[in-house]
């Protein structure tokens, strides 16, 4: 998924070292998000740049109607078992050769966990709607 960095900001920081950062992005879409460079990659240098990236959708509540209040709301085709490998010249190794579920979206693929899948009863190809509480960096192409 392609993200344009609007801004990079600190995240934990102790005795002047940040630990990680956050990210405010805009999709392809229009569609902002903040999200969460734990690993960190460090992208302060690509802010207003376009980045491929590879973002987990954490803490996720399904909507049922566009008209929830919920932010950010995404929406697309539920599929699973999508395996992370390929040209990412960084990626956090922990991701590396794992099985995910993930959504197809306008903007791109969005990754969510297995265990969000069960506990929503995503179907195979089935369109959903769901609002995300933290967006995860874990890997870009740069």
Request: with cysteine; net charge negative; hydrophobic share 45%.
């Amino acid at each position: 998924m392609k993200i344009y960095i609007e801004k990079v900001e600190p995240g934990a920081v102790y005795e002047d070292h940040i630990y990680n950062f956050w990210i405010t992005a805009k999709l392809s879409t229009g569609l902002k998000i903040k999200i969460f460079d734990l690993e960190p990659f460090d992208l302060s240098n690509f802010a207003l740049k376009e980045v491929e990236c590879l973002i987990v959708a954490g803490f996720i509540e399904k909507v049922n109607t566009l008209y929830d209040i919920q932010e950010p709301i995404i929406s697309g085709r539920y599929f699973p078992k999508y395996l992370l490998t390929g040209s990412w010249n960084k990626i956090e190794s922990s991701f590396y050769e794992r099985l995910f579920d993930f959504v197809e979206t306008k903007d791109g693929i969005i990754l969510i966990n297995d265990s969000a899948a069960k506990k929503w009863n995503f179907q195979e190809g089935e369109d959903i709607n769901f609002s995300v509480i933290r967006f995860d960096l874990i890997g870009v192409n740069i």
